[in-house]
Each structure stands twice: as structure tokens, then as C-alpha cells.
């Protein structure tokens, strides 16, 4: 059974507190927040204070995935706001490395994100040292966007890499996950499912989120 991640960027953010009750209740495992910066990605989301106080409203894992240059210098806000998980993409990163240490020195799981032009390749000699990758199915910067096809091979590809090197990374898939391409998108390899559109457009985001927890 896949992680479900609902994606708050499609959220009413007018009914933030209404939204974390529906996820509290919901089968969903985790809340994938998506944060920009307007220079990295061509958009501009959310960022700490509105995470510190979603903390107080919410019981389950914060997926953080940062969509920011230079995330070092926010990486400790980010857990004192509420991260469990710590996304950085590998290319807002010169020193990954660095940046995947420092989020796990202080005690969140550390993930890398990339971007759809990406060789999964790039993540070798970073992938012994991380929990999850965060697979861009389109590019990053707004929700309700197509899923990329190519993205398929992409995580068969990771798949098999993380399995013939006996880790336990997660792959997560984030962009144009709805309930008819979430099979085949299990099916490649996947572990996770960030769905934005799919869940928050819907007439009842509960059984949306339970229809893709059972796909
Ligand atoms: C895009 C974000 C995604 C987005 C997914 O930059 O990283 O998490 O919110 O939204 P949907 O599921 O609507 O494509
Ligand atoms: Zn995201």
C-alpha cells in the first residue's frame, strides 16, 4: 500500500484549520508541504509561519519539500516550525551533501528532489546517505499540472537502483498523480503519493484519499 501525501498548495488556505481536521481523519499518512521561494520555481507558496501553525493543527508526518536556493540557511527553521521530512533539490544544491547532512544532524529525514530533466543517475553518490527522493512528475512550481509519461521510466530506473544496492530509500512521485495513473505509477516502483489537485478538487477529499490508498 502506498504513503498517500496530499499536497496543501490546492488546499482551501482560507480553511486551513478545516483542511488538517479532514486530514487528521482521513486514511492519508502525510502532509506534503510545498514551499517556493520565487526564484528557484517561478511561483511563490507558503513558508514557516503558516507550517508552525498547521503543526498545532495536525497529527501526522510534515513532508517539507523545499523549492528554494540556498535551503541551508533554512534548514533549522524548518524543523523548529514542525519538519519530519527535509526536501532539497539537488539542483538548488551545490554542496549536497553538506545540506543533506546538516537535516539529518538535526534529526529530521533528509530527501532530495529532481527536477523531470534529472538522470536518476545524478543521485548515485547520494543515495546510501538519504530516506527519500522526491521525483518531480512535472515542473515544479504549481499544482494542477499534467503528469510528465517519461516520469514512468524514471522510477523504474531508481527503483532498480535502490533495490540492487539493498537500501530503503522511498520514491516519491509528486505532480499530475491522479486516481487512474496512480497504478501504474505504483506499479514502476513508487512508495509515495503526493497528490495535490487530485485530492483537494475533489467533491470528497476523504474517499479520494482512500481510493488512491487502495489503488
Ligand atoms: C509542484 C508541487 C507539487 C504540487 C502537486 O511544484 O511540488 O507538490 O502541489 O500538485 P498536483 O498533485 O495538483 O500536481
Ligand atoms: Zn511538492
Partial sequence: ????????????????EEECRMLNE????W????????????????????????????????DVHLMILEPGKYAEAF?????DILSVH?????????NIQQIKSLGMQAG????????????????????LVCMMSVNPGFGGQKFIPHTLKKIE???????????SVKIEIDGGVTVENAKSIIAAGADVLVAGNTVFRSKDPKATIAELKRV
Fill in 112 to 131: 532530495v528532489a529532481i527536477n523531470p530533466h534529472t538522470p536518476v543517475t545524478a543521485l548515485e553518490d547520494i543515495l546510501g546517505d538519504i530516506d
Fill in 157 to 167: 530506473r531508481l527503483r532498480r537502483m535502490i533495490d540492487d544496492n539493498k537500501l
Fill in 31 to 62: 502532509y506534503h508541504l510545498d514551499v517556493m521561494d520565487g526564484r528557484f520555481v517561478p511561483n511563490i507558496s507558503f513558508g514557516l509561519p503558516v507550517i508552525e501553525q498547521m503543526r498545532k493543527a495536525s497529527t501526522k508526518t510534515f
Fill in 79 to 83: 524543523k523548529a516550525a514542525g519538519a
Fill in 1 to 16: 500500500m502506498a504513503i498517500i501525501a496530499p499536497s496543501l498548495l490546492s488546499s482551501n488556505f482560507l480553511k486551513l
Fill in 26 to 29: 482521513s486514511e492519508a499518512d
Fill in 90 to 98: 539537488i539542483e538548488a544544491c551545490t554542496h549536497l551533501h553538506r
